[in-house]
T-cell receptor
């Protein structure tokens, strides 16, 4: 059974710092991995989708990497801003057919001005 | 529509009443998920519809919960005889599906349910 773990559960950094959020998964047989952001009281917003054949994806100050063989993904945020404060979740799409995505519990990020 | 639409956005009900929550997916999206998120908690998977396949109902917490997806489009989550512990935000998400692979997942804003 696929399990997804995100470490740390919470992180507080000063504005301007570069930071890395971690996501690990137990079964490397995946189609893709997706990173989301959730603001309090809101739904989830898709940030980046990495297919299993890709090593990384970039969008603005965000860069997500995928190392399928070791079961790890990282989300790198450059030059963090207070507006980046949110909960970040990763989800893996298992290769075993007709099974739903598996989510981690998220990392709650606070960027202090 | 441009995004996943959920209604109502807020619902307050009395214990024991039935509620229906609706999800309108992005046009063309064949995979549809329902999740539940209690205050300060992570996502709890409820049910997954994938094309014409039988839905994966493994996450439904009790037989008071059911969901339908009509014509491969709109989905309705029904909670019968609501209990206070059903209070949560119910989130719907949809994606394009090719074969067994599901593409990028998009979420609605959720329906906040409060059971008094």
């Amino acid at each position: 059974k696929q399990e997804v773990t995100q470490i740390p559960a919470a992180l507080s950094v000063p504005e301007g710092e570069n930071l890395v959020l971690n996501c690990s998964f137990t079964d490397s047989a995946i189609y893709n991995l997706q990173w989301f952001r959730q603001d309090p009281g809101k739904g989830l917003t898709s940030l980046l989708l990495i297919q299993s054949s890709q090593r990384e994806q970039t969008s603005g100050r965000l860069n997500a990497s995928l190392d399928k063989s070791s079961g790890r993904s990282t989300l790198y945020i450059a030059a963090s801003q207070p507006g980046d404060s949110a909960t970040y979740l990763c989800a893996v799409n298992p290769l075993s057919g007709n099974t739903p995505l598996v989510f981690g519990k998220g990392t709650r990020l606070s960027v202090i001005a | 529509g441009a995004g996943v639409s959920q209604s109502p956005s807020n619902k307050v009900t009395e214990k024991g009443k039935d509620v229906e929550l609706r999800c309108d997916p992005i046009s063309g999206h064949t995979a549809l998920y329902w999740y539940r998120q209690s205050l300060g908690q992570g996502l709890e998977f409820l049910i997954y519809f994938q094309g014409n396949s039988a839905p994966d109902k493994s996450g439904l917490p009790s037989d008071r919960f059911s969901a339908e997806r009509t014509g491969g489009s709109v989905s309705t989550l029904t909670i019968q005889r609501t209990q206070q512990e059903d209070s949560a935000v119910y989130l719907c998400a949809t994606a394009w599906q090719g074969g067994s692979n599901t593409g990028e997942l998009f979420f609605g804003e959720g329906s906040r349910l409060t059971v008094l």
